[in-house]
Each structure stands twice: as structure tokens, then as C-alpha cells.
């Protein structure tokens, strides 16, 4: 107390507040949320690179690729989706995303840090993370076709 008894705001009066000076709230525009603003926690893609790590401690894209296709081929939503005609980019986020909630154990995951893990993965070796994945969904979309 004794060290702002100087100062300037103490000799102020006290503030009258009437009812035509309280503002509205104004209703915020949604913002756009950019990639870069997505957060994933690290616990859950943590829980990812453990679960394909190689006997060398090494992130195997090869073991990833072999599980997600292992998956596709056993989900019957999956093989739905393909007598469908369903695109392949459909087909891959929902294989991916579902990968991802399980290992995780988060099934709060949403699309967008779902595509942030997958981005963070790709960085570690630039070779494109799906891409035995991508090949099996296209190569299951031609079979559905014949």
C-alpha cells in the first residue's frame, strides 16, 4: 500500500458505469484454422512412432503401410466403401483415421491433426508415408470394378 500511495490512479475518482455505455457482445466471424495452428499432442503421435518402430529402433514405414493395408482388408466398412465406388482419398482418411483413434486410444482425434500426424510423419523421411497404401486402395477400387 505504502508504495502506490504516490501514484496517480489513486486520486481518481471511482467510474459510473450507465446501462447505454454496456457493450453488446458482437458475434466473431469463424476463423479458418491453418495447418500450422493445428496442435497434436505428443503423447498420441508418440503412441504412433512407438507402435512402428523397427527392431533397430527406426520408424518403418514398411511395418506402418502393412498394418494400415492388414486393416483395410479385414474392415468390412472398408470393403463397403470400395463396392461403393468410393474415392481413394475417402477410403485412405477413413483407414487412416481410424488407425490413428485406435493406437491412440483418443477418439477425440479430428480430421485435421489426423492430416497434421501424417504431415509430421512424412517429414521424418520424405517418401510419402501411404504410399503402398495408396497403391492396395487403387489396385482394391479396380478389382471392385471388374
Same mark, same amino acid.
Given at each position: 500500500?505504502?508504495?502506490?500511495?504516490?501514484?496517480?490512479?489513486?486520486?481518481?475518482?471511482?467510474?459510473?458505469?450507465?446501462?447505454?455505455?454496456?457493450?453488446?457482445?458482437?458475434?466473431?466471424?469463424?476463423?479458418?484454422?491453418?495447418?500450422?495452428?493445428?496442435?497434436?499432442?505428443?503423447?498420441?503421435?508418440?503412441? +504412433?512412432? *512407438?507402435?512402428?518402430?523397427?527392431?533397430?529402433?527406426?520408424?518403418?514405414?514398411?511395418? /506402418? %503401410?502393412?498394418?494400415?493395408? $492388414?486393416?483395410?482388408?479385414?474392415?468390412?466398412?472398408?470393403?463397403?466403401?470400395?463396392?461403393?465406388?468410393?474415392?481413394?482419398?475417402?477410403?485412405?482418411?477413413?483407414?487412416?483415421?481410424?488407425?490413428?483413434?485406435?493406437?491412440?486410444?483418443?477418439?477425440?482425434?479430428?480430421?485435421?491433426?489426423?492430416?497434421? +500426424?501424417? *504431415?509430421?510423419?512424412?517429414?521424418?523421411?520424405?517418401?510419402?508415408?501411404?504410399?503402398? /497404401? %495408396?497403391?492396395?486402395?487403387? $489396385?482394391?477400387?479396380?478389382?471392385?470394378?471388374?
Amino acid at each position: 500500500m505504502n508504495l502506490t500511495i504516490g501514484m496517480p490512479y489513486r486520486k481518481q475518482r471511482s467510474v459510473k458505469v450507465t446501462e447505454d455505455m454496456v457493450a453488446t457482445p458482437v458475434e466473431e466471424a469463424e476463423e479458418t484454422i491453418e495447418q500450422e495452428d493445428i496442435v497434436v499432442s505428443y503423447e498420441d503421435y508418440d503412441k +504412433i512412432v *512407438e507402435k512402428y518402430l523397427d527392431k533397430n529402433g527406426v520408424l518403418s514405414y514398411d511395418l /506402418l %503401410n502393412k498394418d494400415f493395408i $492388414k486393416f483395410m482388408k479385414s474392415s468390412t466398412i472398408v470393403g463397403a466403401m470400395i463396392a461403393e465406388r468410393e474415392s481413394a482419398g475417402a477410403i485412405r482418411d477413413y483407414v487412416i483415421g481410424n488407425r490413428y483413434r485406435n493406437i491412440t486410444g483418443n477418439e477425440d482425434l479430428t480430421e485435421g491433426q489426423i492430416a497434421r +500426424i501424417t *504431415e509430421l510423419l512424412d517429414e521424418v523421411s520424405p517418401k510419402g508415408v501411404f504410399k503402398e /497404401l %495408396n497403391a492396395e486402395i487403387r $489396385k482394391s477400387l479396380g478389382d471392385a470394378k471388374k
